[in-house]
């Protein structure tokens, strides 16, 4: 499930995003941090931040979910294309932010 997650990640980053361990977590930069995840004993979790998290209420409405992570239950289908539609607006976000810092 780690091994999906890591892919579905990298597919939705930019080509010189950095991956790197943060937080004792594997997780990728570019323009700064971008997203962690980790695997537990019954579930993964992707922690792209709360403002992410907040635009997809919706889609991850039957997933559990806090502040700033969304949790993957062990057993069930990695939802890859909302995982990477979370990492897309993560980064857009990131990119974003930078672009305005600089003006």
Not at 36 to 42: D, E, H, N, V
Not at 69 to 80: A, C, D, E, N
Request: hydrophobic content about 40%; charged content about 25%.
């Amino acid at each position: 499930m780690l091994t999906d997650m890591r892919t579905a990640i990298r597919s939705a980053m930019p080509p010189d995003a950095i991956e790197r361990i943060s937080y004792g977590m594997p997780a990728f930069e570019y323009e700064g941090m971008l997203v962690w995840y980790a695997g537990f004993s019954k579930h993964c979790s992707l922690f792209p931040s709360a403002a992410v998290i907040d635009t997809f209420k919706k889609e991850l409405n039957d997933l559990t979910t806090s502040k700033g992570t969304v949790q993957f239950q062990v057993g069930k289908p990695l939802p890859i294309t909302l995982v990477r539609k979370i990492v897309k607006k993560r980064v857009a976000q990131m990119t974003g932010k930078k672009r305005k810092q600089r003006n």
